[in-house]
C-alpha cells in the first residue's frame, strides 16, 4: 500500500491500554507515560468540532475538555481533521490514541499532529489531521489532555467505508481478581453485528445500528451456560457494553491463557474475527524486611527483601525516608529474580532512618518498611564558642549534637555570687528558652546574661559532651530620647549638646538640614568627652545668625549599631510691619482701623500710636497695645474718645518676645464735627421709624 510521506508534528510512544470500554463522546481520565508532544501546522474544520460544557471532576483537577470532535462517517480518499481544546492552570499537553494505541509519528505518514494556544488565549488546542483515509484508520479516537498528574479526554469513532477488519493486540495482562473490560478494535463500516466467543461459545452478542449518532443502539447479552443456578458461574459474568466492549466481573487464576475472540459482521454477510489471549498475573506479595538487631556504628549491614508470590518479571526498587536511596550514604542494591538486599559496608548515623522495598510487577505494586536504627554517642553539629550578644535586642546561642537515641541537650549557667553552677532557666526567669535541638534564646539581653555557660549533651551511649563558653554582652549606640527644641535670639550664644550611650569606641556625625556642618567658622567650635557609659558631643556658637536656624542631626555610630538625634533650633527675630493699614470708618469721636496680618513673622501683639498735631513728635503720641486675634486675617480696632473736627495721624507695628517692627507708614483722618454726628444719627433714627410705620399700614391693609 502507497503512503506519502508527510510531516510528523508528534513525537510518542507505543502503548496498549489494559482497559479500552470509554464509551464515545464521553470524557475519560487516564495515566500515560509518553514524550511531549511538539506543536505545528494545524489546519482547522470548524464544522466538525463541537462545543460542549463540562462539569469540572475531581478526579481531573483543574483541566477541562472545552471543545471536541464528534464521531462521522467518511468514505476512503477523504480528509478526516479531528480537534480539542482543553484548558489547565497551565497549558495542557495532548496525546492521540486510536483504539488504545498511541498515535505517534511512526504511526503513519499520512497522519499529522498538532498543538498550539487557541485564538481567544483561553486553552490549547490540538489537531490530528489524517491526509486520503483509508478503511483502516477507523476506530474509536481519544484525545487525552494531561496538565501535571491530572488529565481528561474525549473519545469518539471515525468510521470510514469499508469491508470488516479487526485490529491484533498483544496478550492483555490482568490481575487475579480483577475485572476485565475488553473491547474489540474493529473497523470497516457498516458493521452489522459483533460477537464474542469463549471456548468455542458464544458469549455474548450485540447488533449495531450504521450510524451511533443518528439510530439507537441495541444489545444483546447471552450466557451459553447450561446450568445457570451454579454459584460457580456467577463470578463469570459477561456483560456486552457499547461498541463491542466485553465486560468480564472477575478474572481468576485458572482463566490464565484463555483467549476471546469478537467477531464482527458487515450486512452484506462479510466477517473478520480475530482472538485475544488473557495473562492472568498475580501481583508480588513481600515478606517482612530483615536486618540485624542490635547494631553498632561501623559495623556492616544488610537489609533484605525477599518475594514471597508472585508472577516475574518483578521489579525492585528502594526508598529511605520516602524518597530515592541518595548516593552520598554509598549504599549497594544487588537483587536476583526473587529477592533484593541493600549492603551499607560501614553503617553511620546517617544511615538511620524508614527503608521501603517496592515489588512491581505487570498488574500490581506493594512494599514493605522498616527502620534502621544503631547506637551512636553524641557527636558535635554546632559545638558552641563564646558570643557577643547586643544588649536589648534578641539573642541566639547555638548547641547541637546528633546521635542515636537522639541526645538531650541541657544549658547551665555560673552563678558568680555562689559560685556554683545552675541551670539557665532557673536563673534567668522568663525571656529564656532552651530548644531540644539545642538552641538557646535570650528574647531581650540585659547587663545580668553576661556570664560563663556550659552546654552538656547525653544519650546514655558513649561519653557525654561538654562545653563551657563566655557570653558577652555589647551596648549598641543608642540615646535615652530622640531628640529635643531649642530656641534663642538673634546674635545670642547657644549650646547644642549629644550624648550618645554604648560601647566605645562611638563616633559623631553632625548635619544641619542634612547638610554637612562647616566647623571652620570662628563662630562655631565643637568638643567631644568620653565618659564611661558612652561619649559627650558638644557644637557651641558665639552668636546665633539666621541660618543657624534648622534640625541639627548628631549620627552616633559603634561597632554594634547606629542611632540618631535631632535638635531643632528655632532662632527669635523681631516680626515685619504689619501691612494695608487702613481706616474703614470715622465719626465725630471714635475712627475703625483695620490691617493685614503677617502670619509668618511669629506675631504676638500690635502697639499702635496716634497723635492730633501733625507737628507733634511720635514720642508724645499715645500707644495701645492690642493682642493678635489668631484666627483673623485682619486684625482690627476702634479708637474712642476722640476730639470732633481733628486732624489725626495713626500708625502701627508687629511685636513679639524680641522686639518691635518698624512701624508702618503713618495714615490721616479727620473726625467729623459734632453736629454732624448728631444729624447722621437723628436720620438715621427717622429712616428707621418710617420703615416700621410703612409696615404696619401694609400689614392692615392685609
Not at 79 to 99: H, K, N, Y
Not at 649 to 661: A, C, F, I, P
Request: with cysteine.
Amino acid at each position: 500500500m502507497d503512503r506519502e510521506r508527510h510531516q510528523r508534528q508528534c513525537e510518542g510512544t507505543l502503548k496498549l491500554s489494559r482497559s479500552l470500554a470509554n464509551h464515545k463522546g464521553h470524557t475519560k481520565s487516564t495515566t500515560h507515560n509518553t514524550k511531549s508532544q511538539k506543536p505545528g501546522h494545524l489546519r482547522y474544520e470548524t464544522k466538525e468540532v463541537q462545543f460542549v460544557r463540562h462539569k469540572r471532576d475531581l478526579a481531573s483537577g483543574n483541566i477541562i475538555i472545552t471543545q471536541h470532535f464528534s464521531e462521522k462517517v467518511v468514505t476512503p480518499g477523504e480528509e478526516v481533521s479531528l480537534q480539542c481544546t482543553a484548558t489547565a492552570d497551565r497549558p495542557p499537553r495532548f496525546i492521540w490514541e486510536r483504539d488504545g494505541v498511541v498515535i505517534s509519528s511512526n504511526t503513519d505518514q499520512r497522519y499529522t499532529l498538532g498543538q498550539m494556544m487557541s485564538s481567544t488565549g483561553a486553552g490549547v488546542v490540538s489537531q490530528l489531521n489524517i491526509s486520503r483515509s483509508r478503511v483502516e484508520d477507523g476506530g474509536l479516537y481519544s484525545c487525552l489532555a494531561f496538565e501535571g498528574e491530572t488529565n481528561t479526554g474525549h473519545a469518539s469513532r471515525i468510521e470510514v467505508y469499508g469491508p470488516p477488519y479487526i485490529r491484533t493486540l498483544p496478550p492483555i495482562k490482568v490481575q487475579s481478581g480483577e475485572p476485565l473490560k475488553l473491547r474489540c478494535p474493529y473497523y470497516g463500516y457498516p458493521i452489522s453485528k459483533l460477537e464474542w466467543e469463549h471456548k468455542g461459545k458464544k458469549i455474548s452478542s450485540s447488533t449495531l445500528s450504521q450510524h451511533t449518532r443518528y439510530k439507537r443502539t441495541y444489545f444483546t447479552t447471552s450466557n451459553n451456560s447450561k446450568n445457570t443456578r451454579r454459584k460457580r458461574k456467577k463470578r463469570q459474568l459477561f456483560e456486552s457494553g457499547e461498541d463491542g466492549v466485553l465486560n468480564i466481573a472477575r478474572v481468576v487464576k485458572e482463566e490464565n491463557g484463555d483467549t476471546y475472540t469478537c467477531i464482527v459482521y458487515s450486512p452484506s454477510g462479510e466477517m473478520a474475527r480475530r482472538s485475544f489471549e488473557i495473562q492472568v498475573v498475580e501481583a508480588p506479595e513481600l515478606d517482612e524486611l530483615r536486618m540485624g538487631s542490635g547494631l553498632k556504628e561501623g559495623q556492616i549491614v544488610q537489609i533484605t527483601c525477599n518475594i514471597i508470590s508472585g508472577d516475574p518479571p518483578i521489579y525492585f526498587s528502594w526508598l529511605k525516608d520516602g524518597k530515592k536511596l541518595p548516593a552520598t550514604l554509598k549504599i549497594t542494591e544487588r537483587s536476583s529474580e526473587l529477592f533484593s538486599v541493600l549492603i551499607i559496608k560501614r553503617v553511620s548515623l546517617e544511615h538511620c532512618g524508614k527503608y521501603t522495598c517496592i515489588a512491581t510487577n505487570h498488574v500490581g505494586k506493594v512494599n514493605q518498611s522498616a527502620d534502621l536504627y544503631i547506637n551512636v554517642a553524641p557527636k558535635w553539629i554546632e559545638e558552641p564558642t563564646n558570643t557577643s550578644l547586643l544588649l536589648g535586642q534578641r539573642g541566639i546561642v547555638y548547641c547541637n549534637a546528633n546521635g542515636y537515641p537522639t541526645p538531650q541537650i541541657h544549658w547551665m549557667k555560673r552563678d558568680a555570687t555562689l559560685g556554683i553552677w545552675r541551670p539557665v532557666l532557673d536563673l534567668a526567669g522568663g525571656g529564656v528558652m532552651s530548644y531540644p535541638n539545642g538552641t538557646l534564646i535570650i528574647e531581650v539581653v540585659s547587663l545580668a546574661d553576661e556570664g560563663m555557660y556550659a552546654c552538656n549533651v547525653e544519650n546514655g551511649v558513649g561519653d557525654a559532651l561538654n562545653k563551657n563558653l563566655w557570653i558577652s554582652v555589647n551596648k549598641p549606640v543608642h540615646f535615652e530620647s530622640v531628640g529635643a527644641n531649642l530656641t534663642t535670639k538673634m546674635g545670642l550664644p547657644v549650646t547644642i549638646s549629644c550624648r550618645p550611650l554604648g560601647d566605645n569606641p562611638i563616633r559623631v556625625k553632625w548635619s544641619l538640614d542634612m547638610k554637612p556642618i562647616d566647623f571652620t567658622s570662628s563662630r562655631l567650635t565643637i568638643t567631644e568627652t568620653t565618659t564611661h557609659s558612652g561619649l559627650n558631643s558638644i557644637i557651641n556658637i558665639n552668636y546665633v545668625e539666621s541660618r543657624d536656624g534648622g534640625t541639627y542631626e548628631c549620627r552616633a555610630s559603634n561597632p554594634y549599631g547606629v542611632a540618631a538625634y535631632n535638635v531643632h533650633l528655632d532662632i527669635l527675630e523681631p516680626p515685619t510691619p504689619p501691612l494695608d493699614l487702613q481706616v474703614d470708618s470715622v465719626t465725630s469721636n471714635s475712627a475703625k482701623l483695620s490691617w493685614r496680618d503677617t502670619i509668618s513673622t511669629h506675631v504676638q501683639y500690635y502697639t499702635m500710636q496716634y497723635t492730633t498735631n501733625d507737628f507733634m513728635m511720635w514720642d508724645s503720641a499715645k500707644s495701645i497695645n492690642i493682642t493678635r486675634q489668631d484666627n483673623d486675617l485682619r486684625q482690627s480696632i476702634e479708637l474712642r474718645d476722640l476730639q470732633p473736627a481733628m486732624d489725626y495721624r495713626v500708625r502701627v507695628s508687629s511685636g513679639n518676645q524680641v522686639d518691635l517692627s518698624p512701624y508702618t507708614q503713618p495714615v490721616h483722618f479727620t473726625t467729623q464735627q459734632e453736629g454732624m454726628t448728631l444729624l447722621h444719627n437723628w436720620k438715621t433714627r427717622s429712616s428707621l421709624v418710617a420703615i416700621r410705620v410703612a409696615i404696619g399700614l401694609y400689614t392692615q391693609f392685609e
